[in-house]
Each structure stands twice: as structure tokens, then as C-alpha cells.
């Protein structure tokens, strides 16, 4: 036989119950936009339902139950899909940073445009091309002295900003290193806290849902494995441990994730996007401009010098078999030579300065004070030159011998072919080079630099859309899982109200039932 007040505590139960469930909900729905939530249920089972005391069997109609009871709440995640999100979150990070990088260096490059290096280095043959119709031209002079000053200022330029770029990702890499060691510090923080709470019996689910959101977050800036312990998450990049559940987090340095990148225990996620774009893409692209402005100042050339032309005392040219040396007499051609000269530099060298007697002229490029070989960076022009315009060479051609010989004035032989140097091909051997292309003109090699940026930025937003796709893909079946829907939320609102009414109304009608019997009962008769 069952208590007389037994209704009472089946009704307090379902309330209790429902009441569990109501709060749930609204901590759903208050949470719908935070990041990382996972949504919450409370699981109902009917509680341990009591039977009459008696030797053997009661002679009670069966079993009495005693109501519902709220065994535990726990959120809704699916551990195969996390594992899932993590691996294409990875990905997705590394494509970002390589797609952004090249971004900026089609910036940096600027082509095609009216200010980048290919205008300013037309517009640099064209003043030549000028020059060569009026050598003694004081004007035209100072435009080609102008127009190489612009071209040593776009590749000084050009050649900063790829620095800066590669600073900047070095830089970047040292704070991804400190945002590492946050997470995994706040990860083996929750480890510990998760373990304590659920040691009481109770479920965790916030600080679980905090602990996930940091592990997402983990997964896009290096690749990690995550296996969930009794004691927490154990959390690796590689063979290298960043968080041991039970024990703690190893603290990570730019100079600890550039050696894994090496070994190859980081092959993914932002920093690794970040590193390769630096050492690779950067890089790269700053070894070819460099290739390219030391082709032109001192790259192997072909050029056909003209008859009646005479080259300074002691010059050395290669005609393609074996070095000739001209001296004395034979400094003046009787016929057409074709030779290799070392560039612009090697051509200007063959021509003459004005002057009593005349001079041979010098290098027209320079490296700058502090560097030892010509580069985007150092690339100058001759600073005697950029003082006096007159040092600027133009004729092949002189009279005389000894102190009396003089310069031929108003001979444009060297102009034009300096002038023809736009069409000619170069040799762009270097070996820290790795252009697409070893021999063609200075247009040519900047042509494929501009179209292998074009290619290889098409192909990383090509991979990052594909990547991104990926991502939203497996974020949309988790959150068909565990993210909040109102709609259904709204509806188990209702659902838990009606419940929790019904249950005081049983309540009431037990409270009626128990007032009649104490109240009313054996009162007949008085």
C-alpha cells in the first residue's frame, strides 16, 4: 500500500523535472549566436517505482510508480564530426594565408598598370631611343638619366615591400606562437577543471563546449590530433606534444614551429601557410626581381658591333669561341664583330666620355655603398652619372691617337644599341633563381614573374574557395547536431509548460483529495 501523500511527491518530481527542462531550454535560446554552444537536453527517466511491503507479494495492483526524475543534462555532439571539422579547419587556414600573401604581391608587383616596373622600364628604352636621334642632346640626356633613376626607385621600391612582407609574416608567425601557447594553456587548464567537476558526478557541458571552441580555433593555425582521455584532451602537432592531459601544455616558439615545419610535424594550418609563403613565395619572387636587375646591369648579352667603331685600349670581348683582346691598331673594327658583353654595364663601357683626350665610360649601374653585388635592392644608378648627365655615353667612335685622340660628336652608335637592348635577349643565369624562363629579353622575364604570380594566385583562391566549401560543408552537419534551432526550441517550450501545468494540477487535485480526508473525514454525526 502506498503513502497517502505519495501523489504529492510524484507531482513535486514532475515539477522539479520539468522545471530542469524549462531552464535548459532558455539557457538554449540565450545562447543561440555564442560561438562554440553546444545546445543541451535533459534526460527524463521514470524514477524507481515502489512496491508494497510485504513476506512475499503484495496485494497491490502491481508496481506504483513514483514519477519522472531528471537523470542528467547533457549537450548534443558528435565526436566524428568534430574530428572531421578540425581536419578541414587545418587546411582552410593554410589556403587563407597562402591566397592572402599572393594577393599582396600582385599588389606589390602592380602589373598591369601605368606606374608598375614595366612602364617605368619602357619608358627607360624609349628615352635611349630619343637619345639616339640627337646624342648631344643636353635635354634628352637628362631624361634618360631621369627615366634610370625611376627604374632604380621601382626596384629599390618593389624590393622593400617584398622585405616588408616577409617581415611582416616572420612577425605574424612569433604572434600565432603566443596565441598557441594561450589555447593549449587554457585547454590544459579546462582538462583539469572538466575532470574535477565530472569526478562529482556532474556534466561539465560549458566548460566542454569552451574547450572544443579553443580546439577549433587550435586546428586552424597547426595541424593537431586530438584523443580524448578519461583525464581530458591530449592534444599533438606531429610527434610534438602540446598538451598532455593530467599534466599540462609545452609552450611552442617561432623558432620551435619553423624546426617542425622541417621535420615535416607541421604541415598545415596558418603557420605553416605562413612559413611557406615567406620562404617560398616571397622569397622567390624577391630572387627573380633580384635576377632580373642583375641581368640587366651585368647579364650575358649578343650584341653586333659596327664597323669603323673603336673600343677602348685593352678591351676583352668573347666573340663566341674564345676571348679577343683589342689593342693599338685593331682597336678599330674593319668589319661588323658579333660579341658578348656583360649586359648594359658591358655595353656603356664600350663607348666614350668627352674630354681631352677622351675617356672610356664606366658601369651606368652600380650596387649601392654596403652591398657587393647589384640587386633589386641595391640597384642605383652610377651616382657620377646621376651628378653629370654628360657622363652618359652614346658614341663608339673617335679620332686621333694617344693624348690627341677626340670623340667623334654627334655618333650614335652606342646609343642605338643600347636603345635595341629592349629586344635583345639576355642571360638570366642565377642560381637562386627559379624563373620559368633562362634566356629572353628583360620584358620577357618580367612577363613570366607577373604570369606566375597570376597562375599560382588563381590556383590559391581556386584551393581556399574549395577548402572553405569543405569547412561549411562539415560546420553545417555539426550544427544540424549541435547547434540551436529556436524554432525547436520554442516548441519544446511549450511542450515542458503544458507538462509542468498538468503537474500542478495534479498536485493540486492530491492537495484537495488529502484536504478533504484530514479536514472533512469523521465529522458525521457531531
Not at 531528471?70 to 579547419?89: C, G, H, K, M, W
Not at 625611376?150 to 615591400?161: E, M
Request: with cysteine; aromatic share 6%; proline share 2%.
Amino acid at each position: 500500500m502506498s503513502s497517502t501523500f505519495m501523489g504529492i511527491e510524484t507531482s513535486k518530481r514532475a515539477l522539479f523535472t520539468q522545471q530542469s527542462a524549462l531552464q535548459t531550454t532558455g539557457q538554449n535560446i540565450s545562447n543561440a549566436n555564442t560561438a562554440g554552444f553546444s545546445r543541451q537536453v535533459v534526460n527524463m527517466s521514470a524514477a524507481k517505482p515502489m512496491e508494497a511491503i510485504g513476506m512475499m507479494r503484495s496485494t497491490a495492483t502491481g508496481q506504483i510508480g513514483t514519477g519522472v526524475e531528471a537523470s542528467s543534462i547533457t549537450r548534443i555532439r558528435e565526436q566524428f564530426l568534430d574530428d572531421q571539422f578540425r581536419n578541414e579547419n587545418k587546411a582552410s587556414g593554410d589556403f587563407n594565408i597562402q591566397a592572402d600573401t599572393l594577393d599582396k604581391l600582385q599588389s606589390i608587383m602592380n602589373e598591369p598598370t601605368d606606374t608598375g616596373i614595366r612602364t617605368v622600364m619602357d619608358n627607360f628604352w624609349k628615352s635611349w631611343s630619343d637619345l639616339s636621334k640627337d646624342p648631344e642632346n643636353v635635354t634628352s640626356r637628362k631624361i634618360v638619366r631621369e627615366n634610370a633613376n625611376a627604374l632604380a626607385d621601382a626596384f629599390n621600391y618593389t624590393s622593400k615591400q617584398l622585405k616588408d612582407l616577409s617581415s611582416d609574416l616572420t612577425n605574424n608567425i612569433n604572434v600565432k606562437s603566443s596565441e598557441i601557447n594561450t589555447k593549449i594553456s587554457t585547454i590544459a587548464t579546462l582538462n583539469d577543471q572538466i575532470t574535477r567537476i565530472e569526478g562529482l558526478g556532474d556534466n561539465a557541458n560549458d566548460l566542454r563546449d569552451q574547450r572544443d571552441l579553443l580546439t577549433d580555433d587550435l586546428s586552424k593555425i597547426v595541424n593537431i590530433q586530438v584523443q580524448n582521455t578519461p583525464s581530458g584532451y591530449t592534444i599533438n602537432m606531429g610527434s610534438v606534444n602540446l598538451v598532455t592531459a593530467g599534466v599540462g601544455s609545452t609552450a611552442t616558439t617561432s623558432d620551435s614551429l619553423i624546426a617542425a615545419k622541417a621535420s615535416g610535424d607541421l604541415n598545415s594550418g596558418e603557420v605553416n601557410g605562413m612559413i611557406l609563403s615567406r620562404d617560398t613565395f616571397v622569397a622567390d619572387y624577391q630572387n627573380q626581381l633580384d635576377t632580373l636587375a642583375n641581368t640587366l646591369a651585368n647579364g650575358d648579352i649578343t650584341v653586333t658591333i659596327p664597323k669603323g667603331s673603336v673600343l677602348p685600349e685593352g678591351t676583352v670581348l668573347n666573340d663566341g669561341t674564345s676571348d679577343i683582346t683589342y689593342s693599338g691598331a685593331s682597336r678599330t673594327l674593319t668589319a661588323d664583330i658579333t660579341v658578348t658583353v656583360k649586359g648594359l654595364n658591358g655595353l656603356h663601357k664600350l663607348g666614350y666620355i668627352a674630354g681631352n683626350p677622351v675617356t672610356a665610360a664606366g658601369d651606368f649601374f652600380t650596387a649601392k655603398a654596403g652591398f657587393t653585388a647589384i640587386t633589386a635592392e641595391s640597384f642605383q644608378l652610377n651616382p657620377d652619372i646621376s651628378d653629370n648627365p654628360n657622363l652618359i655615353a652614346t658614341s663608339l667612335r673617335t679620332t686621333g691617337t694617344g693624348t690627341s685622340e677626340q670623340l667623334v660628336n654627334g655618333n650614335n652608335t652606342l646609343a642605338l644599341l643600347v636603345a635595341q637592348l629592349n629586344d635583345t635577349k639576355f642571360n638570366f643565369n642565377n642560381s637562386t633563381t627559379t624563373g620559368i624562363i633562362s634566356k629572353g629579353t628583360i620584358n620577357d622575364y618580367f612577363s613570366s614573374i607577373v604570369g606566375q604570380l597570376g597562375v599560382q594566385t588563381e590556383a590559391a583562391i581556386t584551393k581556399q574557395q574549395n577548402q572553405q566549401a569543405m569547412v561549411d560543408q562539415v560546420d553545417s552537419r555539426r550544427q544540424s547536431i549541435s547547434g540551436v534551432s529556436l524554432d525547436e526550441e520554442m516548441a519544446n517550450m511549450l511542450k515542458f509548460q503544458k507538462a509542468y501545468t498538468a503537474a500542478a494540477r495534479i498536485m493540486t487535485t492530491f492537495d484537495e483529495c488529502l484536504d478533504k480526508v484530514i479536514n472533512s473525514m469523521g465529522l458525521v454525526g457531531r
